[in-house]
């Protein structure tokens, strides 16, 4: 019964086990990662492919889009032609572009002041419905760009978008054509899809705006799906995979229309995408199973023909271990196995030999250990005696009374070295009265065997007191009826401390095991001796420390207040810092709309907050263009025509920082300029008439240069002196300071009056600089939104031969 349970372990947990475990193991290891390396391989090959083709149709996709987007813009600049100036062509234009392009549904034009004028659309024509869209994005946006794409918007499930393009010329108008958006599924066919792919369009905010057949409903809102958020969210990468509007997982690639915000998303069912990969799973599957079967044979076979050697050896060595060194293992295998077992029999032969010998040896070996113990528990006591105290008085009496009993003898000596005097002073004795007086107390160190020892290094034993030489310590010795001495050196590596000195009463050799440990003792000594020298010292030491302990604390407390007074001082400092650094950012502010005088006069007001609040006052306002500018953009290259407003603006900019005045806002070639705002001037319609006919005289050459390159242009200023409420508009990150009043627009309609190189003012401006300047009176000026006629001049050249009103105030400044 036990035969057959040891058989079914030995299967189930020995070699056998083993054996086919690691073949099996092994196999469907080798399988396993290849199968896992394999499908890897082919499942980032699988799934890069289709992603890039997604990628690549929906970059195709963009494009086409943008194309089309791009070509709908260039055929409605078309129908703003500066030509067309009448209702009626303009009618003409927008009726004819409704009948070539199919997707635009209406078109309607706002005036320079955002107001309707005329609405065309597939159904009807309307005109002078005056609808006020000046604060409208789509016009807003089309003034400052020139063209103005609105988002996208949704009627009855179509979706529609804006395209919005100004007018050329100035504050001429605006066109908006609303786009009917269902021509964006045509880009999206299943054609080029495939089977099972699919693939839609979202604006920013995640709603489609056009889908395949298999695609999610127009205007389902896809903002909370994950590739979609990627696609819209600023700054994210794509992503590779996603989950589509029915909640299943797809594959997915999307590409950025840039121009209008929206994404393209071609889109694959994982599921779909995948399906090699699980074959491939399945394959491999197979083949492991067929491996794994053919692992279980191979192991088996292999296991049980080594099982029985195997065991054969088991049992032998199982009966050596037994004690049973007749036994003898058969096997015959002719390979490494009955070596093994021919090597068994051999050591058990050998090991039956050798088992009477050392019982023998055993039984010596343990007397001698019972000796050896008994000497080890006295040089433990001895040791622990050593590390238990510091002091000598306790240490050396141990160190004496277990030297005299393991030794046998009949007395145990020890004397300190005192290396001033050469001598040896007796310190413990035990077998021996000490307190007695005698030569045998201090003993000089060359009277005696004592110095022999310690020169040397080495044990001295004299086995007959009685012939050795006569020395103080033989004569204490002999008359105390001993007769053998065996003295051993206290030396280390520092020099010598002492001696030991054993003594008995018979005379004899000492053993060697016996001096020995008589030299053991002695080193015990040594150490107790060494530790109470060194214990003194440290002692000595430990109180130097201390005060040297209390001069570093004194001088860390010094430090300590030095460094809260370095504290202060930065603290002090960067408050310093801290308050010019706010001064020059309010500078730098500041210069972006004032004449750096003016910022820096602003800047170092106490409330400068109050100068730029809103407030009403009476200002100078300066508006200038140049005549024929838009008939020269149109027919010139766009480089050129920033070229020539760099020279433009560079040659303004300086006058009017010379003249501190405040540049309201550059619009083209228009610039505006106020005066007495936000810095109050006396003279400030002097200033602005003065700085106008400096600008006439500067720009003039400029004209005469850009004539000579081919460009015909001319400058007119107009000047206007009224009321206005002053302060800043914009939002928090962008903020301006302007002026809004009649006065602003007033002046704006004299400089439209104004021919080349002509300054119009207003009768206001004129009463204020009569006595300095040249002029001429105009015809009664009928002006568009002002109901009466506007008496005008025009200023000729400036009289006054003194210095000018900017040198004036530079004087005044520096007073």
């Not at 099996?24 to 896992?36: D, H, Q, R, S, W």
């Not at 205007?219 to 819209?232: H, T, Y």
């Not at 263009?625 to 010139?636: M, S």
């Given at each position: 019964m036990a035969g057959a349970k040891d058989k079914t372990?030995?299967?189930?947990?020995?070699?056998?086990?083993?054996?086919?475990?690691?073949?099996?193991?092994?196999?469907?290891?080798?399988?396993?990662?290849?199968?896992?390396?394999?499908?890897?391989?082919?499942?980032?090959?699988?799934?890069?492919?289709?992603?890039?083709?997604?990628d690549d149709k929906a970059q195709a996709a963009a494009r086409r889009i943008e194309q089309s987007v791009s070509e709908l813009e260039r055929q409605i600049s078309w129908v703003t032609r500066a030509s067309q100036d009448t209702l009626d062509k303009r009618r003409a234009d927008y009726a004819q572009l409704l009948h070539q392009v199919s997707v635009v549904s209406q078109l309607f034009q706002l005036n320079g002041d955002g107001r309707e004028v005329l609405r065309v659309s597939r159904q009807s024509t309307s005109t002078g419905t005056n609808s006020d869209l000046s604060r409208d994005v789509r016009f807003t946006d089309a003034v400052s760009r020139g063209v103005s794409y609105a988002p996208a918007y949704f009627t009855d499930q179509t979706p529609f978008m804006s395209i919005s393009v100004a007018h050329s010329g100035f504050n001429a108008g605006v066109t908006v054509a609303e786009i009917d958006l269902g021509f964006l599924s045509d880009f999206l066919s299943d054609a080029q899809l495939g089977k099972a792919a699919f693939a839609y369009v979202v604006d920013s905010r995640g709603r489609v705006l056009a889908t395949s057949s298999k695609g999610p409903?127009?205007?389902?809102?896809?903002?909370?799906?994950?590739?979609?958020?990627?696609?819209?969210?600023?700054?994210?990468?794509?992503?590779?995979?996603?989950?589509?509007?029915?909640?299943?997982?797809?594959?997915?690639?999307?590409s950025t229309v840039p121009k209008l915000g929206w994404s393209v998303l071609f889109e694959q069912p994982t599921a779909q995408a995948l399906t090699p990969i699980r074959d491939q799973l399945v394959r491999i599957a197979l083949l492991i199973g067929v491996g794994l079967m053919v692992a279980i044979l191979a192991g088996t076979l292999?296991?049980?023909?080594?099982?029985?050697?195997?065991?054969?050896?088991?049992?032998?060595?199982?009966?050596?271990?037994?004690?049973?060194f007749s036994h003898r293992i058969d096997v015959h295998t002719s390979d490494e196995l009955e070596e093994l077992a021919g090597q068994f029999n051999s050591m058990a032969g050998q090991l039956q030999e050798t088992y009477t010998d050392l019982e023998t040896k055993v039984e010596a070996r343990t007397r001698d250990l019972a000796q050896s113990i008994n000497e080890l528990k006295v040089l433990e006591e001895v040791g622990r005696a050593v590390a238990s105290s510091l002091d000598l008085n306790a240490v050396l009496p141990t160190i004496a009374a277990r030297a005299l009993e393991i030794s046998h003898a009949d007395a145990v000596v020890i004397y300190g070295y005192d290396a001033e005097a050469h001598r040896f002073n007796l310190i413990e004795a035990n077998g021996i009265d000490k307190s007695a007086e005698g030569a045998h107390l201090s003993i000089g160190e060359g009277e005696s065997i004592l110095g022999d020892a310690a020169?040397?290094?080495?044990?001295?034993?004299?086995?007959?007191?009685?012939?050795?030489?006569?020395?103080?310590?033989?004569?204490?010795?002999?008359?105390?009826?001993?007769?053998?001495?065996?003295?051993?050196?206290?030396?280390?590596?520092?020099g010598t401390l002492g001696s030991l000195v054993v003594l008995r009463r018979a005379g004899g050799e000492f053993a060697g095991s016996l001096i020995g440990l008589m030299r053991t003792f002695a080193n015990q000594a040594v150490l107790a001796m060494r530790n109470a020298r060194l214990f003194t010292e440290?002692?000595?030491?430990?109180?130097?420390?201390?005060?040297?302990?209390?001069?570093?604390?004194?001088?860390?407390?010094?430090?300590?207040?030095?460094?809260?007074?370095?504290?202060?001082?930065?603290?002090?400092?960067?408050?310093?810092?801290?308050?010019?650094?706010?001064?020059?950012?309010?500078?730098?502010?500041?210069?972006?709309?004032?004449?750096?005088?003016?910022?820096?006069?602003?800047?170092?007001?106490?409330?400068?907050?109050?100068?730029?609040?809103?407030?009403?006052?009476?200002?100078?306002?300066?508006?200038?263009?140049?005549?024929?500018?838009?008939?020269?953009?149109?027919?010139?290259?766009?480089?050129?025509?920033?070229?020539?407003l760099r020279e433009y603006h560079a040659a303004l900019g300086k006058l009017i920082f010379k003249y501190e005045g405040t540049l309201d806002k550059y619009a083209g070639d228009g610039v505006m300029i106020l005066f007495n705002a936000p810095i109050q001037f006396e003279d400030h319609t002097a200033r602005a008439v003065k700085m106008a006919v400096e600008m006439r005289d500067t720009i003039g050459p400029l004209t005469d240069r850009w004539r000579n390159r081919g460009h015909s242009l001319g400058f007119g200023i107009g000047i206007a002196l009224g009321y206005a409420t002053l302060g800043q508009v914009g939002f928090e990150q962008r903020l301006e300071y302007a002026a809004i009043g009649s006065v602003t627009n007033l002046a704006s309609r004299l400089c439209s009056e104004a021919k080349a190189q002509q300054i119009v003012v207003s009768r206001r401006v004129y009463g204020m600089v009569e006595p300095w300047v040249e002029a001429r009176a105009l015809d009664e000026l009928q002006l568009k939104g002002f109901n009466h006629p506007v008496l005008a001049m025009e200023i000729l050249s400036w009289r006054e031969e003194a210095e000018s009103v900017a040198d004036a105030s530079a004087a005044r400044m520096r007073g």
């Open positions: 372990r030995f299967l189930r947990e020995g070699l056998f086990a083993k054996y086919v475990v690691s073949l099996v193991g092994l196999v469907v290891f080798v399988l396993a990662v290849n199968g896992a390396m394999e499908t890897w391989i082919s499942y980032r090959a699988t799934t890069t492919s289709l992603t890039d083709g997604l409903d127009v205007g389902k809102d896809l903002s909370k799906l994950p590739q979609v958020a990627a696609a819209i969210g600023p700054g994210r990468e794509p992503d590779t995979f996603g989950t589509d509007f029915n909640g299943h997982s797809v594959l997915t690639a999307a292999l296991a049980r023909r080594m099982i029985i050697p195997i065991t054969a050896l088991r049992n032998g060595a199982h009966k050596l271990g037994e004690g049973d020169e040397s290094g080495e044990p001295i034993a004299v086995a007959d007191l009685d012939h050795a030489a006569e020395h103080p310590l033989r004569d204490v010795a002999v008359n105390a009826g001993f007769h053998s001495v065996l003295v051993v050196p206290l030396v280390d590596q520092q440290v002692d000595h030491k430990s109180h130097a420390l201390e005060q040297a302990h209390e001069t570093v604390r004194a001088q860390a407390d010094k430090l300590r207040e030095q460094t809260e007074q370095l504290k202060n001082w930065n603290k002090s400092l960067e408050e310093r810092v801290e308050t010019q650094l706010g001064e020059i950012e309010r500078i730098r502010k500041l210069e972006r709309f004032l004449a750096p005088q003016v910022a820096q006069l602003i800047a170092s007001s106490d409330s400068p907050e109050g100068l730029l609040t809103s407030q009403r006052r009476e200002v100078t306002v300066v508006f200038c263009d140049l005549r024929g500018f838009t008939a020269f953009t149109e027919a010139t290259e766009p480089e050129e025509a920033m070229n020539v």
